[in-house]
């Protein structure tokens, strides 16, 4: 026979100030855990979203970003040009972009220090290839000319970026003439330019990258093979989607240090939750007592208690989750351990994170639960009548 679960309920409710202290600490540990899982999902976010599965990324073989040392060469681009698969545009020209990776440094509103943004450089194909991106204020750089556009992220989160601003690179100022939405893609963090000015400024021989994008999956699939295998090219190929996935890297000291503070918080409450529920077995030894007595038996007992602090962790994350919610969206920032420049992204509360965060709190209550509870089933009927 099962101990009804307004039992549970109305002990919690008699014990109010100690049920709000431990449900606070439970609370604020799933606070944490949901605030380290949200950026993770967000940081996540906005690499997945970035690339299209036709777009072919070529890189410099043995490289593992745009920003490595050395290129691919102007020769290697034109062979790619012609190679079989290759999608064309309305006015027949084949999309393939020769850009550029460059870091500029550049200061956070607040005064609260400088920090790497990354600044790439391309062909109005480049543009083209990128159809999620559009311009939300002013317009697109003219191409041959010292000018540069931002994303929404960079101009909200920096000073000195908004339009009719300059960023000084390489032997000028650029003017910005034009802010992009980056569609909450990696493209959020970036500063775009014309990569023909750029190759003037700085005498450049050879390109960070070509993107390539092909008529079809298997098209991209072939022009990827052809860029790892042609001897000729010496290029590492990856889908444009594979690049980007392999940059959440960048989430590895949020997760490390994140999980250690929350796992220490977590030791904490389970610690307060054992206490909670001690306490309770304590105060109520006869009606423990008084329980067995009319036939309830030891499992019910065991089963009741430790229901009652489940309860108690699931009111813990239903608070955690409420702290949070108003988080859900905030832009923030970290630095791509990549190409050590800035990543913007936002706070992702997804559901697979709220489950996770229920699901840590369930396991801080069993954890914290489970020695109380079996303690209140083994005790002897006539001790605890004398209690």
Known sequence: MAIPLSYNLRNLRLRK????????????????????MALLAGLGRAFATTGDPLNVLMLRKGSDSELAAGGVSRDAMQVLKDLPGIQKNSKGEPLVSGEDILVVVLPRKGGTGDTNVTTRFLTP??????????????????????EVVVSSSINKRFEHAN???TVHIGKGEWPIVGIFDGSGTAHDSEIWGDINQLVTDFERTVYSSVLVRATDPAAAQALKNRGNDDQRLELKGLLETEYYASQTKSGGPIKFVGWIVAIIMAIGSCFAAANTMYAAVAYRGREIATLRVIGFSRPSILTSFMLES?????????????????????????????????VVFSLQMTTPVIVSAVLFALF???????????????????SALRD
């Open 17 to 36: 100030s100690l049920t709000i202290m431990t449900a606070l600490g439970i609370a604020l540990t799933v606070a944490t855990a949901v605030f380290i």
């Open 125 to 146: 194909l480049g543009i083209e290839m990128r159809p999620q991106i559009h311009i939300i204020a002013g317009r697109w750089f003219t191409p041959g000319q010292r």
């Open 163 to 165: 339009i009719g601003d």
């Open 310 to 342: 489940l309860i108690l962790s699931l009111l813990g994350a239903a608070l955690g989750i409420l702290l949070m919610l108003p988080f859900n969206g905030m832009t923030t920032g970290t630095q791509n351990q990549v190409t050590f420049s800035e």
């Open 364 to 382: 801080m209550g069993t954890l914290g639960g489970f020695a109380p509870a079996w303690h209140a089933s083994r005790r002897d009927i006539l």
